[in-house]
């Protein structure tokens, strides 16, 4: 058995969305809903249509089966000071799914989470008086929230999958899709806060 991970991941229609990452580099963001194209066949004619997908502003909650793992555990007070505080999810494209941008950089080896773990002390933020969808907080200190063009080196995949040889990202992310198919519980994903609790 050997342990990978893996940039991102991503299925479905997300994968066509032709808008690259900014990383957060000083240009500005992409829409935060993006339209993807797809050709549509209707009655033996086809049809080029733009399709609006779900974006990070949709989502008002997660579900807690797909939680699979945080560390440290609620409520515990034996964490130890020099690892970072991780949430797994059982899917392993969620951290990718939302995100309205495709991938950049070598290999297209870079791609943003559409969420991020924050760890906060109590006067670095503030509850507000929001409670639907989700009650809410406002930050007061955004010092303390990861640097937003750094946060796609806090996410990952993690497969328990075997061995597995192939090196470009491409071939491996292929290569993710049919073991993905043929063994769902041998891969998840990880998002790391980039703060020592």
Known sequence: M????????????????????????GAPPPDVRVKVPLEIDVSGNKIQKQFLIAGPGDIIGVATDMIVRTDPRPNSGDFEPNYFATIEFYDEDFPWRYTPAAPVGPNNSNLRPWLMLVALTEDEFVKTNKSTPLSSITVTDTSALPPANELHLWAHVHTNLGDDAETQLEKIIDSLRAKSASDPDGLFSRIICPRKL
């Open 2 to 25: 050997s342990y990978q991970f893996h940039a991102w991941a991503r299925k479905g229609i997300a994968t066509n969305i032709p808008i690259a990452d900014t990383l957060a580099n």
